[in-house]
């Protein structure tokens, strides 16, 4: 009984430690790139032609810049205020998983799985590296219990709301948004043979519902792209994908199924048990019990990521749309495992697995702390104490499911702890780009504007965090017709700066950053002290005369 009055707001107090300790830190590389789209919205005040750098942008559709925009209307452009907003929406997804695992299995399985999905390590880093992907999962999963609701309800609202969900994560990432809901609905009618639902005019109806939701999206790109703005929307930057022909040489298949290890972290040994039950009862259904399985959760699982895993371009980010899917199918699996008080050998082994699993997620702390980067903050070290005596209390008493929960959190809680607080901050230290733009901001006059120079700096943190923006040259003819542009500010690579040097403008030095390193690409060699210096190289910061 105390475990259950003090579980829920234990969970609460972690999940805002976490997110308190990384709304300070920057944004950097494709994160940085789309709240620089939404701050472009509001310099151009133009909501429908997106831009990057003064230059059309065509890559993503506009949901998450205007979330941008409007947050930076209201508070400024602020990091924190923007990671707060994305992180509202988030929470329609939250309680949407919550209410579909409800609608299916109840209200405890509901809770687990909206506890799974804010804790886990994926939902807590891709709201401090936001993505598109951040805030479909939650229109995903929101138009998925709203159809599921209408089926069961027959309730025309839950449907429209469907329509509308689908519309905007249609808004947030294209097509996929579609492709997912109709994976998980579809496959459900299917299974029970709900003809006249696959078949009924409600869903022709729905078509200019939805076309009007996606309205602004296909707008903006047939005014600065024409039809091939719309080809590329529904094709190229979908399929394109799929095939390489657009984007993308990763030919490895078992990718997804690797980083869900991590991802899903700390319940990925649930997930595995998980999974693991859910695909062993399918396969032993008996006919006359199909009528009573659901295959929301599996199909929109299961479909998707074949589709994933198959695909030429590959990222961890990807696999957040149907987490909350992946996580009901958990819930659903751990409170029936453990059901019971005396548990049984695999919820035994389950118990066992995931104690190492909190040590070895608790051992990472020194590592980073003491070895990496060396941390002295007397409050930090209070409270991974705190952290890791709750962590060994559990240890030594967890029984029931609950209580494991609470172990496991308490222990991924002092990881990104030392992650937010330690490993990041250190690590943008040799990340110039934004320090080349606070230079900038401090040095330049206010008709200057920053650019950047040559495919490695293409750093767009560098635009975000400077305070007057400019564009990005890619190659040596986009230079030569910049170079008459006096005035104007170039960060570039070491070849880069030879490549001014050759053309002779009058250009003067402003900073030479001799340890620089992308922290969008870390090794062993990065962290590990003695090699560090290794892995440097020099970025310059020039000023045309």
């Known amino acids: 009984m105390t475990t259950n009055r003090i579980f829920l707001p234990a969970v609460i107090s972690l999940v805002f430690l976490t997110i308190l300790c990384f709304l300070p830190v920057p944004l950097m590389m494709n994160a940085a790139k789309y709240a620089q789209v939404g701050r472009e919205i509001l310099i151009n005040n133009d909501w429908v032609n997106l831009t990057i750098g003064g230059v059309p942008y065509e890559q993503k559709p506009p949901m998450l810049f205007w979330v941008a925009a409007i947050c930076f209307s209201l508070f400024g452009v602020s990091v924190p205020a923007y990671k707060i907003s ?32 804010i804790t886990s390590l994926g939902f807590l880093h891709f709201h401090n590296d936001i993505h598109t992907d951040t805030m479909l999962a939650a229109f995903v999963v929101f138009s998925v219990w709203q159809f599921m609701t209408y089926f069961s309800q027959r309730k025309w609202f839950h449907f429209l709301l469907g329509v509308i969900g689908i519309g905007i994560s249609m808004l947030t990432k294209g097509p ?35 076309a009007l939701v996606i309205a602004p999206a296909l707008a903006g790109l047939f005014r600065q792209f024409g039809l091939e703005g719309i080809k590329f929307y529904f094709w190229t930057n979908n399929m394109g994908r799929v095939t390489g022909s657009y984007y993308g040489d990763n030919n490895d298949y078992s990718f997804y199924i690797h980083t869900a290890l991590y991802l899903l972290l700390p319940w990925s040994i649930f997930m595995l048990a998980g999974m693991y039950n859910e695909f062993r009862s399918l396969i032993r259904i008996k006919r006359a019990d199909i009528s009573n399985v659901e295959v929301v959760n599996i199909a929109a699982v299961v479909f998707f990521v074949a589709i994933l895993s198959v695909a030429k371009q590959k990222n961890p980010h990807y696999l957040l749309s149907v987490t909350p899917f992946i996580f009901i199918i958990t819930a659903k699996w751990c409170t029936r495992l453990f059901d019971k008080t005396q548990l049984n050998k695999r919820a035994r082994i389950i118990t066992y697995i995931n104690k190492v699993v909190a040590l070895l997620l608790l051992g990472v702390v020194p590592i980073v ?4 980067f060396k941390e002295q903050s ?55 780009s934004i320090h080349a733009a606070e230079l900038f901001n401090s040095k330049a006059n206010e008709n200057a504007t920053l650019n950047m120079y040559k495919p490695k700096a293409r750093l767009w943190d560098l635009l975000f965090y400077s305070g007057n923006y400019g564009t990005y040259l890619e190659t040596k003819e986009d230079l030569e017709c910049f170079l008459p542009h ?59 005369k």
């Open 86 to 117: 994305v992180i509202l929406i988030s929470l329609l997804g939250v309680y949407s998983t919550f209410r579909l695992a409800k609608l299916f299995y109840g209200h405890e399985v509901g809770m687990l799985a909206a506890t799974f999905w």
């Open 176 to 210: 996929v948004g579609m492709v997912i809901p109709a994976f998980a609905v579809g496959a459900n009618l299917f299974l029970h043979k709900q003809w006249r639902d696959i078949f009924h005019i409600r869903w022709l109806l729905a078509i200019p519902l939805l």
């Open 378 to 432: 007397l409050l930090f070290w209070a409270t991974v104490i705190l952290l890791a005596v709750g962590v060994f209390y559990f240890i030594f008493n967890a029984v029931d499911l609950r209580k494991q929960v609470l172990m496991l959190l308490l222990s991924s809680s002092a990881l990104l702890l030392t992650l937010n607080v330690v490993l990041l901050p250190n690590m943008f230290e040799f990340y110039s």
């Open 369 to 372: 702390s003491l070895y990496f």
């Open 486 to 544: 006096k005035g104007a500010w170039i960060y570039t690579t070491d070849e880069g700066y030879r490549e001014l040097k050759e053309m002779n403008p009058d250009m003067e030095v402003i900073g030479v950053f001799y340890k620089h390193k992308n922290v969008s690409s870390i090794s062993l060699n990065f962290l590990n002290p003695k090699t560090r210096a290794a892995t440097f190289r020099t970025m310059y910061l020039v000023k045309l």
